[in-house]
């Protein structure tokens, strides 16, 4: 007899991951490479025949995986990870393919079709992509498919993009409603402090508090990857706080991570349940200036939850256009929430303190509305 499946939000440990609905599992660059740079075949298929235990008991698997970049550098005859956006794009455009074949031939053994999912930061953003892309991954798993997801680096742009593929999981699993991220590289779990100077392994984070005093080290490290523990803990600490518990540990202990072993660094899940793109905006986009708001503004738009209008909003700083995101301050300075505004910094000063029915009148009626819409508002609880 098989093992009903959890429903959402009951991964409360890896033990839990034996019966788990639906999970994001991402790989990093650096687990699925050989020393030169290429792809690692052995690597490649020891990950898929690991993932390949979590099917066979139903989980849907969501795969992010890095490598797309690496893939593609010995076909152009680069040597190391080119630094320049145009010619990491032309690397990602040739590994793309190289890598998705050997994902699909991996998972043939088992009789898996794979799918490839590029996205941009862009599709998580704007309702209807987002829609779409959600649809797309949804109808995916009900086939018995395996999307493989990577970011759409061939047209991503500095300005715009999730930066690394642990953001993008983290995103990812937001969107699908997963029931746990699972980050695999080639660290088996998050130190308090470099291993080789005696650093501990962290078991079980339940909050930014346990994260205190732990040596994360810089954002990024050298070779083929981009991330670095730094955008792991982010990625984890992004979905934690969305009600998605969350799991660090390297390649190599993914079975036993599978098979419910107390490996790695378990991110316990806290908070309610949030979309990705709402994840984005209070996470991940980089904020164009601020508005500073009264008490009352406070009020309605942090603890009502409805949108922002000209009158509750004091002053505002920085260079922002339409749709750019911007911090909503309270007068003590604090940030409350983060919002993609409606209105240019040029345009606002105009409207500060008045109501919408006083700039429909003076300025027309395309005036008459909110400077940040309600579900373009997310409220700021914790920062990372």
Known sequence: MSTPRLTESMVTSRADLVNARRVVVKIGSSSLTTLDGGISVDALNRLVADLQVLRDRGTEVV?????????????????????DLATQQAAAAVG??????????????????????LLTVEDLMRRTQYTNALRTLEKLLSLGA????????????????????????????????ADALILLSDVDALYDGPPEKGGSPVSHVSGP???????????????????GMVTKVEAAQIVASSGIPALLTSAPNARRLFH???????????????????????????????????????????????????????????????????????????????????????????????????????LGPEYERAVIHADDIVRIETRL
Do not use: C
């Open 96 to 117: 793309q393919g190289l890598l998705l074949a050997h994902y699909t031939r991996a998972f043939a053994q088992y009789r898996t079709t794979v799918s490839q999912v």
């Open 146 to 177: 395996v999307p493989v997801v990577n970011e759409n680096d061939a047209v991503a742009t500095h300005e715009i993009r999730f930066g690394d593929n642990d953001r993008l999981a983290a995103l990812t699993a937001n969107l699908l409603r």
């Open 260 to 362: 419910g072993e107390d490996v790695g660094t378990f991110f316990e899940a806290r908070g309610r349940r949030r979309g990705a793109r709402s994840a984005w905006i209070a996470h991940l986009a980089h904020p164009k200036g601020q508005l500073s708001i009264d008490d009352g503004a406070v009020a309605a738009v942090v603890e009502g939850r409805r949108s922002l209008l000209p009158a509750g909003i004091l002053s505002l700083s920085g260079d922002f256009e339409a749709s750019d995101p911007v911090e909503i301050i309270d007068r003590a300075g604090a940030v409350r929430a983060r919002g993609l505004v409606g209105y240019s910094s040029t345009e606002l000063p105009q409207m500060l303190g008045r109501s919408t029915a006083e700039l429909g009148t003076d």
């Open 209 to 227: 508090e346990d994260l205190t005093g732990v040596t994360l080290g810089r954002r990024g490290k050298a070779g083929v990857g981009t991330g």
């Open 63 to 83: 795969l992010v995986s890095s490598g797309a970049i690496a893939a593609g550098l010995a076909p152009l005859g680069l040597g190391t990870r080119p630094a």
